[in-house]
Every structure is written in C-alpha cells, then in structure tokens.
C-alpha cells in the first residue's frame, strides 16, 4: 500500500496558474502509474491526466490538453501538476491516485485525501 498526500491547491483567478504536488510514502514508488481525478460540486468525479511508470507516457482528458502538464520524479518520489490558463471550470478538488497494474485513466487503487483548487472568475 502507498500513501499519497497532495499539496499546492488554492484559490486563483481565471488565467492564472498553479502546481499541484503528490508525494508518496514509499521506496517502491516507482512501481505505481499515478494520475490526477477532480471532482466538482454537484458533479462525478472525472479523470484529468495520468502517467505511466517511468513518466515516459502522459495521458489527458480533453478539456485540460494544452493547459496541465504532468511529471513524475521517481528519485524524488513526487508527482506534478502544472495547471496553466485555469478556468472558473477547473474548480474542483483534485485527488491524486495510483494504481501499480494499470495507468489510472479510468480507476485506481489508490487515492489521496485531494486538494481544493479554486479559479475566481
């Protein structure tokens, strides 16, 4: 089991930027493909972009191509998201995951607690 702990939320105004963090509390972190879900008030939880192993694959959800990026430092055991061009939509909570079988684009097995992301409009 891994623990995940994600960190860097807040509130921003449309347009501007912010960087997610997710750190991991085990050596063996390079074993899981991690990724990122939001979930929105009101709203299903929704996948927003995920990495393989290595980092050498990124995968998006369509409505944050162009904007997010995702990284992974294995040595460091950390995870990012860089999310540019926020949007009032961006709004959500963020959760990081991981999953050692699969890239989580659509589960996984392991979730943080999530962090709020809010864009002023």
């Known amino acids: 089991q891994v623990d995940l702990v994600e960190s860097g939320g807040g509130l921003v105004q449309a347009g501007g930027s912010l960087r997610l963090s997710c750190t991991a509390s085990?050596?063996?972190?390079?074993?899981?493909?991690l990724g990122w879900f939001r979930q929105a008030p009101g709203k299903e939880r929704e996948f927003v972009a995920a990495?393989?192993?290595?980092?050498?694959?990124?995968y998006y959800a369509d409505s944050v191509k162009g904007r997010f990026t995702i990284a992974r430092d294995n040595a460091q055991n950390t995870m990012w998201l860089q999310m540019n061009s926020l949007k009032p939509e961006d709004t959500a909570v963020y959760y990081c995951?991981?999953?050692?079988?699969?890239?989580?684009?659509?589960?996984?097995?392991?979730w943080g607690q999530g962090t709020q992301v809010t864009v002023s409009s």
């Open positions: 995951v991981g999953d050692r079988a699969e890239v989580p684009r659509y589960r996984a097995d392991y």
């Open positions: 990495t393989n192993w290595s980092g050498g694959s990124e």
């Open positions: 085990r050596r063996t972190f390079s074993t899981y493909a």
